[in-house]
């Protein structure tokens, strides 16, 4: 209890210091980390989820609530419009009274019921899978967030390359100037390269757009107000350094994925279902108390009141001996709906083994991918250096400046590109498995393995 106080203030503080920057008109820096907590604490789907766990609990409640006796008070009032007649040896005479009065308590308890017994369980396992959806969408929203993440880190590095390569390109395009105007360079050579320069220029705003909607996604996905402005704190190269450790230390077992625990509760609840049908075939037992006051008179009904308390105590026994074959053919279909429920999961789990094995060598080609990328961006940088010096000496082309910028600005765009895959397919990966570190953000979710089969 101490733990969420602590959490909760301390997210407390992170929604006040947002206001703050937000009336301030500053930039809010944060780091994926903090996205995701802010995102798990604020995000309507999270907040509705937790709703529903209260729901059910309150839904259990009230079947709980059917075991307890059941008192009401009720009152009952009639009139004589005609009283009945009697005759006895040729003669007749009225019977009965104007005014009937009648107050009193009555009271029921359920002493053996079988089939409500039965579904309390069935309230409890209501609770697991709304606990069980709440934990999956937690896991899907730091998924949704980490790739929004990745993703704005992926085009603000492209920024970031495109623009120095357009600096380059700026530089060179005014050194051909320079070279055309004393006659050395070609006409030729000197407006290539100013196009070579302009070129660019639209990329550049495309990154820029990019980056303004991946910021309002990701605001979007926090719950924050999309007038903050948010940089992140990191770049993809900072999560290069863990994501050799991440991959060698991943849980890939699918004890912990949800499409499997929500079927497995799925299937705990149509067998608990079959047992309450299969407790429709034993009797019940109701006990009931009745204590009354009576009054009888004639003229008034507001007055002449004589009342006579009575008091009853019973025992009701029902015991369904035949309906028509209704019972058993309930039986049958939940039956049956169990036995698809178990085809079902096995059919899933060979799904997500492919799909787990599938990610891992998309992993395994990232690393690949990354390493080869790091080498063309380590020989692509050599090769401009080259160029640029041999370029500064003024025995370089314009074709060769070009296509030395060209490739370096291929190879480090391709480098962020794998890098940027790689991060996505783990997260994908940690969702499919459903391990994500959620005690890490503060999250508590009850375990459900031990429900499970």
Not at 71 to 93: E, G
Not at 162 to 173: G, P, R, V
Not at 344 to 365: A, D, F, G, H, P
Request: glycine fraction near 4%.
């Amino acid at each position: 209890m101490h733990h969420k106080s602590l959490i909760k203030k301390m997210l407390a503080l992170v929604i006040v210091a947002t206001s703050a920057v937000s009336a301030s008109g500053q930039t809010l820096n944060l780091t994926l980390d903090e996205c995701i907590r802010i995102a798990l604490n604020d995000n309507p789907s999270i907040i509705v989820a937790d709703m529903e766990i209260q729901r059910v609990d309150y839904s259990k409640k009230e079947v709980l609530g059917q075991l307890f006796p059941q008192v009401n008070f009720t009152a009952n009032y009639s009139r004589t419009l005609a009283k009945q007649t009697m005759v006895m040896m040729d003669q007749s005479f009225k019977v009965g009274t104007d005014n009937q009065h009648s107050v009193g308590f009555q009271g029921s308890l359920p002493i053996i019921v079988p089939s409500l017994w039965k579904s309390i369980k069935l309230s409890d396992n209501q609770i697991l899978q709304n606990i069980e959806n709440a934990r999956a969408s937690r896991l899907s929203l730091i998924n949704q967030v980490k790739n929004a993440y990745y993703a704005l880190l992926l085009a603000r590095d492209s920024k970031r390359v495109i623009e120095a390569n357009h600096n380059t390109a700026l530089y060179t395009a005014g050194v051909f100037q320079k070279q055309y105007e004393i006659g050395v360079a070609s006409e030729y050579d000197m407006t290539r390269a100013r196009v070579a320069a302009t070129t660019l220029e639209p990329s550049i705003l495309d990154a820029e757009n990019s980056i303004a909607a991946l910021k309002l996604q990701l605001k979007v996905l926090m719950g924050m107000d999309v007038n903050i402005d948010i940089e992140p704190m990191e770049t993809l190269d900072d999560f290069k350094r863990t994501m050799y450790e991440n991959t060698l230390t991943m849980d890939t077992t699918l004890t912990n994925n949800t499409n499997l625990r929500q079927l497995d509760l799925q299937t705990e609840y149509m067998e608990q279902a079959l047992h309450v049908q299969k407790m429709s075939w034993y009797p019940t037992l109701t006990g009931t108390i009745n204590y009354m006051w009576n009054s009888m008179s004639n003229g008034s009904p507001f007055k002449n009141f004589n009342w006579n308390p009575y008091s009853q105590a019973a025992l009701s026994l029902s015991w369904n001996l035949f309906s028509g074959g209704q019972r058993y053919y309930k039986q049958k279909e939940a039956e049956i709906a169990v036995r698809e429920m178990q085809w079902q999961r096995e059919n899933l789990s060979r799904s997500l083994s492919s799909q787990v094995q599938t990610q891992i060598n998309n992993i395994k080609s990232n690393l690949k991918q990354i390493e080869s990328n790091a080498a063309s961006v380590a020989l692509a940088e050599k090769s401009d250096q080259i160029m640029q010096e041999s370029f500064q000496l003024g025995v370089g082309t314009f074709l060769q400046i070009q296509d030395t910028q060209n490739a370096l600005l291929g190879a480090r765009l391709s480098y962020y590109q794998a890098i940027y895959n790689l991060l996505v397919s783990q997260s994908d990966l940690e969702l499919l498995l459903g391990n994500a570190p959620l005690n890490q953000y503060g999250v508590t979710i009850p375990d459900n393995n031990n429900t499970q089969k």
